[in-house]
């Protein structure tokens, strides 16, 4: 009964964002992570079935091919405001990707907000569907976390949506702690919260 429930509910979610989205109408449901790197702490396997690495051209493109236009225009914007990529490379190819920034915080359709001194934003991750379930999303992640220490920073900060089930938990098993978020826009007006406010107001001014 609960997961007919929750199928229910879940449709009903997504036939309603896409009549908002028809009207100019932009409604979020999200969890604020926001994950603190302790010096001296690993986060990334030790070994493992691929390595993470910045992405070369030659990844993204190779990445687009694969992917289509959308993909292609979400990277090109990326590239824009100065995100950095990074890739799970195995001996078959990339197994997944995930986006960095250490400047702003993006989430489609919403401004842009400054990211604090000793943060980055991680978003727009992506683990390409041969891979899936075998835990790459965590490691790719926790890779990635261990670079971003090892330059500094100190707090990983990200928004995702509350029925992404497979990125809450890899980020809850790193560390992060979550908000509700609900965001609310409307056309030619800035947007508003719903309940809890975001860590990051810039969104209110």
């Not at 990445?63 to 950095?84: C, D, H, M, P």
């Not at 990211?115 to 790719?140: D, K």
């Amino acid at each position: 009964m609960s997961s007919r429930r929750s199928y229910g509910k879940s449709s009903l979610r997504l036939a309603a964002g896409r009549l908002f989205a028809r009207v100019g109408v932009r409604y979020y449901d999200l969890y604020y992570c926001e994950t603190p790197l302790v010096a001296g702490t690993r986060y990334g396997p030790l070994e493992g079935d691929f390595d993470v690495r910045p992405a070369t051209d030659e990844n993204l493109s190779s990445i687009q091919k694969e992917l289509g236009t959308v993909i292609e225009q979400n990277f090109n914007f990326a590239g824009s405001i100065e995100s950095r990529c990074y890739v799970a490379l195995s001996k078959s190819g990339i197994t997944g990707y995930t986006w960095i920034n250490e400047s702003v915080i993006h989430v489609p359709e919403l401004p842009l907000v400054p990211v604090p001194e000793g943060y980055v934003y991680s978003y727009n991750s992506f683990v390409f569907p041969e891979s899936r379930g075998r835990g790459v999303f965590g490691r790719l992640l926790g890779s990635v976390y261990d670079h971003m220490s090892a330059q500094g920073i100190r707090t990983i900060a990200n928004f995702v949506d509350v029925t992404n089930a497979p990125s809450i938990a890899a980020r809850m098993k790193l560390g992060a702690s979550k908000t509700r978020v609900r965001v609310l826009k409307l056309p030619a007006m800035p947007p508003v919260t719903i309940g809890d406010h975001p860590a990051f107001s810039g969104w209110l001014s």
